[in-house]
């Protein structure tokens, strides 16, 4: 089993760059894919980056996820933000030990 | 267009039972895993459990095992997660997630969530 820890909040003004970090506690993060998940307030969430950097339709080109082996952490950067990118991040990824889904505890991303 | 769309909110009494659903619509219902996370009030998401729709194979977390039953109809379909008798504790937000890959590893596209408040 292992965790995934992010910062419990990040800040950043509206057309700068933030990065949001998520580290495995055991195991490589290499081991499987990581996906970010985006929630507004009052919103259902919505993916934003899967299997470690690969964005939806729809997503901006401004999101983007990376993994990073010698850190054991995934990363979500968001370029150029915007006031709608205000929101709970979510980085989530997969325990194939016993198959069961492992969340981070969430970052509440204030753009202000 | 994929869609879930989920049933509405609850208010239930402890003890009581409960059954809410997500429908599937837009991909083929029996080729995709469907996944049930929480979100209790202010909290994070959690993990609850997955099913495959074609064959009901299921798995749970086991923080949920044996407190809550996946199910699924495929021939309308609909995902069910089931409670049967309820407590205060699982008051919140429950969302459904289709899951596109085999492994069933993680959610494409999600459900509009369903409340569910458990008060005496």
């Known amino acids: 089993n292992f965790m995934l820890t992010q910062p419990h909040s990040v800040s950043e003004s509206p057309g700068k760059t933030v990065t949001i970090s998520c580290t495995r506690s055991?195991?490589?993060?290499?081991?499987?894919?990581v996906q970010w998940y985006q929630q507004r307030p009052g919103s259902s969430p919505t993916t934003v980056i899967y299997?470690?950097?690969?964005?939806p339709s729809g997503v901006p080109d401004r999101f983007s996820g990376s993994i990073d082996s010698s850190s054991n952490s995934a990363s979500l950067t968001i370029s150029g933000l915007k006031t709608e990118d205000e929101a709970d991040y979510y980085c989530?990824?997969?325990?194939?030990?016993?198959?069961?889904?492992?969340f981070g505890g969430g970052t509440k991303l204030t753009v202000l | 267009e994929v869609q879930l769309v989920q049933s509405g909110a609850e208010v239930k009494k402890p003890g009581e039972s409960l059954k809410i659903s997500c429908k599937g619509s837009?991909?083929?219902?029996?080729?995709?895993?469907i996944g049930w996370v929480r979100q209790m009030p202010g909290k994070g998401l959690e993990w609850m459990g997955i099913?495959?729709?074609?064959?009901?194979?299921?798995r749970y977390s086991p923080s949920f095992q044996g407190q809550v039953t996946i199910s699924a109809d495929k021939s309308i379909s609909t995902a069910y997660l089931q409670w049967s008798s309820l407590k205060a504790s699982d008051t919140a937000m429950y969302y459904c997630?289709?899951?596109?890959?085999?492994?069933?590893?993680?959610?494409?596209?999600w459900g509009q969530g369903t409340l569910v408040t458990v008060s005496s």
């Open positions: 997630a289709r899951l596109p890959r085999p492994a069933g590893d993680y959610g494409d596209y």
């Open positions: 989530q990824s997969y325990d194939s030990s016993n198959l069961h889904w492992v």
């Open positions: 837009g991909y083929s219902f029996t080729s995709y895993w």
């Open positions: 055991s195991g490589s993060i290499a081991s499987n894919y």
């Open positions: 299997e470690d950097n690969q964005r």
């Open positions: 099913i495959y729709p074609g064959d009901s194979d299921t």
